[in-house]
């Protein structure tokens, strides 16, 4: 009797167990994983990196230089593991990712940070910058750190600003010279407002959708045509389901490169300090090396591609900047006339 007593006894501690186990709460801060094929048992960190881009692109090549800089300067104890063209999380998925601690780093694009906070979207307004200098000066001094104050309130902190480039125009609706030959084309754009609303000015029809679904949309003629850097428009090869494309130069590509900042609080003095060194020779290689490689990839399209190119000339861009001015005074009342004076100041010094 009391064996069995005792079996009995032993099966209800095993059920309870079982039972605290599957119901346990694992909506709290993710643990950190650790590598079990190095020498020792958790010798290695891994820090997740997400984004959407191809690897031979500014930011997929900055994921990348990051990565092998962190375990360089660490000895291999901590390791960034890159997940490149959206394979892990797509670019609307992976700020709420990286916010429940399913990823360490990401890199959205700029615009797609207006939804934490509107200001963000002062980058998206067309001519923002007018060439790398302007970006740099701008995303490195007070713009920059305003806008990157401004994700504290959502308890995420930027670490730095990597730039693609300058955004392009591709169609398949003959070439676009003026602004009213947009008229009527569709375009894919990215999720923001205000680059919906300065294509609406010139009579475009834009369509908010993900940056991986491009490709698809263009060649089963869904839309007419997008707007991208040089970069993107090679590395993903819109140029072979385009027929048109004009070097406008009208809007800026950058991202903000950020992570949870109850994830940074929690990493040790040494760690921080590996992660801040690796980022900084990161992003001032990133800063030269982007500008280099659009004007590269420019010229393999013009060989391998039979895409028709345009350059707007200085005065045509003049004419372009008349007709989207609106879209500044649209937007002053929400970003506010410190941050529209300081972007109208930078481009009176390019």
């Given at each position: 009797m009391k064996s069995l007593l005792a079996c009995l006894a032993l099966m209800i501690a095993g059920i309870a167990t079982a039972l605290f186990i599957g119901f346990h709460d694992h909506t709290g801060n993710k643990e950190i994983v650790y590598d079990d094929d190095q020498e020792g048992l958790q010798d290695q960190i891994v820090f997740k990196f997400s984004h959407v881009v191809a690897e031979n692109t500014p930011k997929g090549l900055a994921a990348n230089k990051f990565a092998d800089l962190v375990n360089e300067k660490s000895g291999g104890k901590i390791k960034i593991e890159v997940f490149p063209n959206g394979s892990l999380y797509s670019d609307i998925e992976e700020i709420e990712a990286l916010q429940n601690g399913d990823v360490q780093f990401i890199a959205p694009s700029t615009s797609k940070l207006g939804m934490l906070s509107p200001e963000w979207g002062v980058l998206?307004?067309?001519?923002?910058?007018?060439d790398y200098d302007a970006a740099k000066k701008g995303l490195n001094g007070s713009i920059g750190t305003q806008l990157f104050d401004s994700l504290k309130k959502n308890q995420l902190k930027g670490l730095a600003y990597w730039t693609n480039g300058f955004k392009q125009?591709?169609?398949?609706?003959g070439p676009v010279k003026t602004p009213d030959d947009l008229k009527g084309q569709d375009l894919r754009i990215m999720q923001s407002d205000v680059i919906e609303d300065q294509f609406k000015l010139l009579g475009a029809i834009p369509h908010q959708e993900s940056f991986n679904s491009t490709f698809q949309l263009l060649e089963n003629n869904v839309v007419d045509g997008e707007e991208n850097t040089i970069s993107n428009i090679y590395s993903k090869k819109f140029y072979n389901v385009q027929d048109y494309l004009t070097i406008?130069?009208?809007?800026y590509l950058g991202y903000a490169v950020m992570t949870d900042e109850h994830f940074w609080k929690a990493q040790t003095p040494e760690t921080k300090r590996i992660l801040t060194?690796?980022?900084k020779e990161t992003t001032e290689?990133?800063?030269t090396y982007a500008e280099q490689m659009n004007k590269e990839q420019l010229e393999e399209i013009k060989k391998n591609s039979a895409i028709h190119i345009y350059e707007l000339s200085d005065k045509e861009k003049k004419e372009w900047m008349k007709r989207l001015d609106p879209v500044y005074r649209q937007y002053e009342p929400i970003f506010?006339?410190?941050?529209i004076k300081e972007l109208l100041e930078l481009r009176k010094d390019s």
């Open positions: 998206d307004l067309p001519y923002a910058f007018t125009i591709t169609t398949n609706q406008s130069s009208h809007g060194e690796a980022m290689w990133n800063e506010g006339r410190k941050l």
